[in-house]
């Protein structure tokens, strides 16, 4: 197996916020009951981390678990574990009705962090970002620009976004062009 490589090299921007490509993260997908008591056991069991609620993330370091959708959760794994996880997923639900594929070369994964990062993001997206709409261990699943995303907001001053890899050098310029020094609205004060 050839070892993974970042869709951008590692690139990174500082402006309003600090914008840097995350990675390799090893992303497995689950589609099936959330409810059920074999889908919970084994997404937290793998992850090490708590099952989150509707629209909620939860994570430790590389690993965490994504709400996605009423049956979809995306698991945060280190890359080189993913596949491995991945099967034995398939395993544990084989008697249930669900799906698990390895989409770790699927995503690409931007970090922003700094204080302006709700105001980077909202120049981008038509997402509530308000604090009050939008906070740490919350996610949400939106168009940033004209092109897919997830937002995960890890705590008030970072958030994760991944889109699909194909697009990483759009969302890579916008996410620099809404960070340009000096472009800053104004309207998310700390």
């Given at each position: 197996?050839s070892?993974?490589?970042?869709?951008?090299?590692?690139?990174?921007?500082?402006?309003?916020?600090?914008?840097?490509?995350?990675?390799?993260?090893?992303?497995?997908?689950?589609?099936?009951?959330?409810?059920?008591?074999?889908?919970?056991?084994?997404a937290?069991?793998?992850t090490?981390?708590?099952?989150?609620?509707?629209?909620?993330?939860?994570g430790?370091?590389?690993?965490?678990?994504?709400?996605?959708?009423p049956?979809?959760?995306?698991?945060?794994?280190?890359r080189?574990?993913?596949?491995?996880?991945?099967?034995?997923?398939?395993?544990?639900?084989?008697?249930?009705?669900?799906?698990?594929?390895?989409?770790?070369?699927?995503?690409?994964?931007?970090?922003?962090?700094?204080p302006?990062?709700?105001?980077?993001?909202?120049?981008?997206?038509?997402?509530?970002?308000?604090?009050?709409?939008?906070?740490?261990?919350?996610?949400?699943?939106?168009?940033?620009?004209?092109?897919?995303?997830?937002?995960?907001?890890?705590?008030?001053?970072?958030v994760?976004?991944?889109?699909?890899?194909?697009?990483?050098?759009?969302?890579?310029?916008?996410?620099?062009?809404?960070?340009?020094?000096?472009?800053?609205?104004?309207?998310?004060?700390?």
């Open positions: 197996m070892d993974p490589v970042l869709p951008l090299g590692g690139a990174s921007f500082e402006g309003l916020c600090h914008i840097a490509e995350h990675g390799p993260q090893g992303c497995v997908l689950i589609r099936g009951d959330l409810a059920t008591a074999a889908l919970k056991n084994a937290t069991g793998l090490g981390v708590d099952m989150p609620g509707t629209r909620g993330a939860a430790n370091g590389e690993r965490g678990i994504l709400w996605m959708s049956d979809e959760l995306l698991l945060l794994l280190p080189a574990e993913a596949a491995q996880a991945a099967l034995e997923l398939q395993g544990q639900l084989g008697g249930s009705h669900a799906l698990v594929a390895d989409v770790s070369d699927m995503r690409a994964h931007f970090l922003l962090t700094g302006m990062v709700r105001e980077v993001l909202a120049k981008l997206t038509p997402a509530d970002l308000s604090p009050e709409a939008f906070g740490p261990g919350e996610l949400r699943r939106t168009k940033v620009g004209q092109v897919a995303a997830g937002l995960w907001m890890r705590d008030a001053r970072t994760q976004l991944f889109c699909f890899r194909s697009v990483a050098d759009y969302m890579f310029a916008l996410l620099k062009t809404a960070a340009a020094p000096n472009s800053a609205v104004g309207y998310f004060r700390e």
